[in-house]
């Protein structure tokens, strides 16, 4: 607050009272239009399924019973675990959060991706944030994945396919302590909402993934930008005549550009990125 007197006073000295008080009115702006509508949605009575179990004492409603020394965990040669709740309608999402299993075996949670959608077959939903990171799979740990754009969904889940780079497909588990997600109080903007999976397919006949998990390891891209979404990358590559090929990570927002043909792309592994190919 003091230093916010001071800056006041510093301001009105040069005079500026009006550029402060359009800041002052957009700051308020800002918080209330950006912040104040997303909101815990509670999960209690909403139903969830796993597509192994364990044991009897690691059924799936142990990630939302609010218990952090319990968890829901899947069972042992498990070809593609998944688990999933069911909100009971749909609603305008904004962020899943999961705590994992606190006692043991954070790694097993490399890889798992979080998914938002209006079907309860998860592998359709939209994806929210990137697959989890070694340093996001630690025992006890709490990971936040941002559905930006927000997404209209009634099923929330995380599955993990056991052939991405990073997994070991014989320790791929999921083993969820708690589970909680927040919503937005307005509906979801369909100017920013994600397209649905049969739009997709017309978005995607510009580009297509080749190598998921990898970076490029070719020399001289045609330029490195920041993209906060991949649409956004692969905007930058179509605008620009010489670009064939991209790599993008959500995670870091680093989209780089190349003059590489499909079959000359050298791939590096990065569990983070994703190298497109700009279809002809
Ligand atoms: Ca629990």
């Known amino acids: 607050m003091v230093l916010l007197k001071r800056f006041v006073r510093r301001r009105l000295f040069r005079g500026d009272v009006d550029i402060l008080l359009v800041r002052i009115a957009f700051l308020c702006c800002f918080l209330r239009d950006g912040q104040s509508e997303l909101q815990a949605f509670s999960l209690t009575g909403k139903s969830t399924l796993q597509s192994t179990t364990h044991s009897g004492s690691y059924t799936s409603q142990m990630a939302t ?22 909100l009971g ?54 990971n936040i994945f941002l559905c930006d754009p927000p997404v209209v969904a009634r099923w ?15 320790e791929a588990y999921l ?34 993934a080749l190598h998921k998990g990898y970076k490029m390891g070719n020399p001289g891209p045609l330029s490195s930008d920041s993209a906060r979404r991949l649409t956004q990358c692969a905007g930058y590559c179509m605008k620009h005549s010489r670009c064939f090929s991209f790599d993008f990570s959500r995670v870091h927002g680093q989209c ?25």
């Open 175 to 208: 083993q969820l302590a708690e589970v909680s997600v927040k919503v937005y109080t307005r509906e979801c903007d369909p100017t920013t909402t994600p397209v649905p999976p049969t739009t997709f397919k017309l978005r995607s006949a510009f580009f297509a």
């Open 65 to 86: 019973d609010g218990n952090l020394a319990t968890f829901a965990h899947t069972g042992p040669s498990d070809p593609h675990p998944w688990w999933k709740l069911d």
């Open 89 to 142: 309608g749909e609603h305008c999402l904004g962020q899943i959060t999961v705590v994992l299993r606190r006692d043991c075996c954070g790694f097993r949670f490399i890889g798992a991706t979080a998914r938002a959608g209006l079907t309860s077959d998860y592998a359709v939903n939209q994806r929210c944030g990137e697959p989890a990171t070694s340093s996001q799979a630690t025992a006890g740990a709490t």
């Open 156 to 170: 929330i889940s995380f599955d993990i396919d056991r052939s991405l780079p990073g997994v070991n497909p014989n």
């Open 256 to 280: 780089h550009l190349y003059s590489v043909n499909a079959s000359d792309v050298q791939p590096v592994e990065d569990v983070e990125f994703v190298i497109y190919e700009m279809m002809p």
